[in-house]
């Protein structure tokens, strides 16, 4: 099989959007434990564009092992090609789901005609979910389930030694979401209603319409209020856009809330006590079991994926730039040509 080539985006050096190459890569063949999946679709993350750029800002110790030339990409939709002979559950034909290789390599490879997945990684796809739709679900929904549902491993975060346990959510709890228009934000919004949870949405004013019909019971326009000074009596705060100034929304919290940075920030373990809150995080890892579950949730209408937009599988450097510029709404998507 190694003689066949497809379609890939590769980078051979870091940097901008630019680096991004469209052109003929090796097919990968499948490993044991793992599944060679056809692409139809691929959801875009920060990871890709970390990758992109080599990571800079990331210590070298923390920096998984990449090699050029590399394929970006984790979030994948398609069909069964092949499968390892050790491999149970999926079959070829079926059409599957997946988060790839996540966090342990930033080579999920997902931006290409085929990619191999570990079995474990992968869920079925819902049935009644278009591939689209599908591959914005992956990371974004699990980031959102294993801060909010359930972790679901005991791996160690590498921003903090405390365990993350997500709060019990319910009718009781008051929960605000910052991003909330986002990949992860709007796909949080809907798992805390699931749960019963009131929820407080903010974004930027174009999004209000779009989030209250996702559920949100509150609406912040951060462009015309600063959310840490009008919201008070939170139970949990998620911020998906966290970093340096996730601290704010401490404010926010009744004593015995919690806060939890999608990007973790600089927090300060006097002052989380003192005010009676916790702070945790996680990173998020792959898991074909919770997205299943993500999936039945999706396949019921509980949850739905919003699509900012779209883009040819060759077109991957307009994707970025559309993701450079923010306020997305949703998920931006690959797709990727079926012809034969």
Same mark, same amino acid.
């Given at each position: 099989?190694?003689?066949?080539?497809?379609?890939?985006?590769?980078?051979?050096?870091?940097?901008?959007?630019?680096?991004?190459?469209?052109?003929?890569?090796?097919?990968?063949?499948?490993?044991?434990?793992?599944?060679?999946?056809?692409?139809?679709?691929?959801?875009?993350?920060?990871?890709?564009?970390?990758?992109?750029?080599?990571?800079?800002?990331?210590?070298? +110790?923390?920096?998984?092992?990449?090699?050029?030339?590399?394929?970006?990409?984790?979030?994948?939709?398609?069909?069964?090609?092949?499968?390892?002979?050790?491999?149970?559950?999926?079959?070829v034909?079926?059409?599957?789901?997946?988060?790839?290789?996540?966090?342990?390599?930033?080579?999920?490879?997902?931006?290409? +005609?085929?990619?191999?997945?570990?079995?474990?990684?992968?869920?079925?796809?819902?049935?009644?979910?278009?591939?689209?739709?599908?591959?914005?679900?992956?990371? *974004?929904g699990?980031?959102?389930?294993?801060?909010?549902?359930?972790?679901?491993?005991?791996?160690? *975060?590498p921003?903090?030694a405390?365990?993350?346990?997500?709060?019990?959510?319910?009718?009781?709890?008051?929960?605000?979401?910052?991003?909330?228009?986002?990949?992860?934000?709007?796909?949080?919004?809907?798992?805390?209603?699931?749960?019963?949870?009131?929820?407080?949405?903010?974004? *930027?004013?174009?999004?209000?319409?779009?989030?209250?019909?996702?559920g949100?019971?509150?609406?912040?326009?951060?462009?015309?209020?600063?959310?840490?000074?009008?919201?008070?009596?939170?139970?949990?705060?998620?911020?998906?856009?966290?970093?340096?100034?996730?601290?704010?929304?401490?404010?926010?919290?009744?004593?015995?809330?919690?806060?939890?940075?999608?990007?973790?920030?600089?927090?300060?373990?006097?002052?989380?006590?003192?005010?009676?809150?916790?702070?945790?995080?996680?990173?998020?890892?792959?898991?074909?079991?919770?997205?299943?579950?993500?999936?039945r949730?999706? +396949?019921?209408?509980?949850?739905?994926?919003?699509?900012? *937009?779209?883009?040819?599988?060759?077109?991957a450097?307009?994707?970025?730039?559309?993701?450079?510029?923010?306020h997305?709404?949703?998920?931006?998507?690959?797709?990727?040509?079926?012809?034969?």
């Open positions: 099989m190694s003689t066949h080539t497809m379609k890939a985006i590769r980078l051979h050096e870091f940097g901008g959007p630019e680096v991004l190459r469209y052109e003929e890569a090796p097919v990968p063949e499948p490993g044991p434990g793992e599944v060679l999946v056809r692409v139809h679709a691929v959801g875009i993350n920060p990871p890709d564009w970390y990758a992109r750029e080599g990571m800079p800002d990331v210590p070298p +110790e923390l920096k998984p092992p990449f090699d050029l030339p590399l394929i970006p990409g984790t979030d994948v939709s398609g069909v069964v090609a092949a499968v390892a002979a050790d491999v149970n559950g999926f079959a034909g079926e059409e599957v789901v997946g988060l790839l290789r996540f966090p342990t390599t930033l080579q999920g490879s997902a931006y290409a +005609e085929y990619v191999t997945a570990p079995a474990s990684d992968l869920a079925h796809k819902p049935a009644g979910v278009d591939h689209v739709h599908a591959a914005g679900l992956p990371m *974004s699990l980031t959102a389930w294993q801060f909010l549902i359930e972790l679901g491993h005991d791996h160690p *975060s921003f903090q405390a365990q993350h346990r997500p709060m019990a959510l319910d009718g009781g709890t008051t929960v605000l979401i910052n991003g909330a228009a986002g990949g992860v934000g709007h796909l949080a919004l809907q798992l805390a209603k699931w749960k019963g949870a009131h929820v407080i949405a903010v974004a *930027s004013g174009a999004h209000e319409t779009f989030l209250r019909e996702l949100a019971d509150e609406f912040i326009d951060y462009t015309k209020d600063r959310p840490e000074e009008v919201a008070r009596g939170v139970d949990l705060v998620l911020d998906s856009v966290g970093g340096p100034r996730s601290r704010r929304f401490l404010q926010t919290l009744k004593r015995g809330g919690a806060l939890y940075p999608v990007y973790f920030g600089d927090f300060d373990d006097e002052e989380n006590a003192k005010l009676g809150v916790t702070v945790t995080a996680t990173q998020v890892r792959s898991s074909g079991a919770q997205l299943a579950e993500l999936g949730l999706v +396949e019921a209408g509980t949850v739905r994926v919003a699509i900012d *937009s779209t883009f040819a599988l060759a077109d450097r307009a994707a970025h730039e559309r993701a450079a510029k923010g997305i709404r949703g998920k931006i998507v690959l797709t990727v040509a079926q012809n034969s």
